[in-house]
């Protein structure tokens, strides 16, 4: 079965403040499907308690359509995000021998550190866009996994310029788990201990962007 398919995809990606500010009328119809209320009821109800509390910042993403002399006619809500920074706790830990082991102490030498991170709190496509692909320069990937990729080089550019830290978590809802697996992401690792928060229920990912070194000797 053939993939759905759009012609265009022109994306423009704006702070929820200036999509609020600017384009609110669009941005109240995004709908993230009946299964996915809450990601719907995030963006236009919850979006700027967040960011005011310091829990997250979120972005919008737009489809923007152009006329024949290139002039923006309309745009839709492609989707957004909401980035927070955190860390994820994890053991390091090195076996105990000779002179350092004590009868009856510990076997490792263990302490609990952590590694900078850029959390992905929220993501969430528009009904229209799920499960739709486009092609560029001969790649073809759904709309989700072009947004990916923004969220990525994104990350890449506050590493670098703004903010340091080594990899982008998040905590993935079952039926998404392939889709970031896909995309880099992998499970927590046994000895990683991610925050408790709201969605612990869920499965712990991460996506490493520089070298982290960890001891974990068994």
């Given at each position: 079965m053939g993939h759905k398919h759009i012609e265009h995809f022109n994306p423009d990606v704006m702070l929820l403040e200036q999509a609020h500010q600017d384009f609110s009328t669009q941005l109240n119809k995004f709908n993230a499907g009946k299964e996915n209320l809450t990601f719907t009821d995030f963006?236009?109800?919850?979006?700027?308690?967040?960011?005011?509390d310091g829990n997250g910042a979120s972005y919008v993403v737009w489809n923007v359509y152009f006329d024949e002399d290139g002039e923006e006619s309309y745009r839709?809500?492609?989707?957004?995000?909401?980035?927070?920074?955190?860390?994820?706790?994890?053991?390091?830990?090195?076996?105990?021998?000779?002179?350092d082991l004590i009868e009856g102490g510990p076997l490792y030498d263990s302490q609990i550190c952590g590694i900078p991170?850029?959390?992905?709190?929220m993501f969430a496509l528009d009904e229209k866009y799920q499960d739709l692909f486009y092609e560029y320069e001969g790649e073809d990937l759904p709309i989700s996994a072009w947004i990916m990729r923004n969220i990525i080089s994104y990350a890449n550019y506050l590493m670098h310029n703004i903010i340091g830290f080594k990899a982008i978590f998040l905590h993935s809802v079952p039926e998404a788990e392939e889709f970031y697996k896909s995309n880099g992401f992998n499970p927590i690792e046994i000895y990683m201990q991610p925050l408790q928060c709201i969605d612990s229920e869920f499965t712990a990912m991460y996506l490493t962007l520089r070298e982290v070194h960890i001891n974990y000797e068994k």
């Amino acid at each position: 079965m053939g993939h759905k398919h759009i012609e265009h995809f022109n994306p423009d990606v704006m702070l929820l403040e200036q999509a609020h500010q600017d384009f609110s009328t669009q941005l109240n119809k995004f709908n993230a499907g009946k299964e996915n209320l809450t990601f719907t009821d995030f963006i236009s109800k919850d979006a700027e308690e967040y960011r005011d509390d310091g829990n997250g910042a979120s972005y919008v993403v737009w489809n923007v359509y152009f006329d024949e002399d290139g002039e923006e006619s309309y745009r839709e809500v492609v989707a957004y995000y909401t980035l927070a920074a955190t860390a994820i706790p994890y053991e390091d830990r090195i076996r105990l021998d000779g002179e350092d082991l004590i009868e009856g102490g510990p076997l490792y030498d263990s302490q609990i550190c952590g590694i900078p991170a850029l959390e992905i709190k929220m993501f969430a496509l528009d009904e229209k866009y799920q499960d739709l692909f486009y092609e560029y320069e001969g790649e073809d990937l759904p709309i989700s996994a072009w947004i990916m990729r923004n969220i990525i080089s994104y990350a890449n550019y506050l590493m670098h310029n703004i903010i340091g830290f080594k990899a982008i978590f998040l905590h993935s809802v079952p039926e998404a788990e392939e889709f970031y697996k896909s995309n880099g992401f992998n499970p927590i690792e046994i000895y990683m201990q991610p925050l408790q928060c709201i969605d612990s229920e869920f499965t712990a990912m991460y996506l490493t962007l520089r070298e982290v070194h960890i001891n974990y000797e068994k």
